[in-house]
């Protein structure tokens, strides 16, 4: 967890609305919780919070928004906001996860499945 705002025998020591200014809702869409973030390179990364920073020194390989919760250990909610900061700044791409629709079929996989074991 992030040492800065909590203490493991106190809980938290900065309110998680401080850390995004009171907003609950992050500028733009919402992000699905199985998104991708990756950062993006070359971006300006002045007068980040140190919590943007973390979050987005935690997206330098693509992760998922529940992993950079999870690795920062910050509130899903915050997670979003900030994600939605570093978006609007460009600093990050977010990959929506795959509809259903988008997903090879069952039989087309079972085709190629029959496929490979007839090599």
Do not use: N
């Amino acid at each position: 967890m992030s040492e800065r705002w909590f203490d493991e025998d106190a809980g938290p020591i900065i309110r998680p609305y401080t850390m995004t200014r009171g907003r609950t809702r992050p500028a733009g869409e919402q992000f699905d919780l199985i998104a991708v973030v990756t950062a993006v390179s070359g971006g300006d990364t002045g007068k980040l919070t140190p919590e943007q920073r973390h979050v987005l020194a935690t997206c330098q390989a693509p992760t998922s928004v529940a992993e950079v919760a999870a690795d920062t250990g910050l509130p899903v909610a915050v997670v979003r906001v900030l994600l939605g900061d570093l978006r609007a700044r460009g600093l990050v791409t977010v990959r929506p996860p795959a509809t259903i629709a988008k997903l090879p079929q069952e039989g087309i996989l079972r085709e190629v499945l029959a496929g490979l074991k007839a090599l």
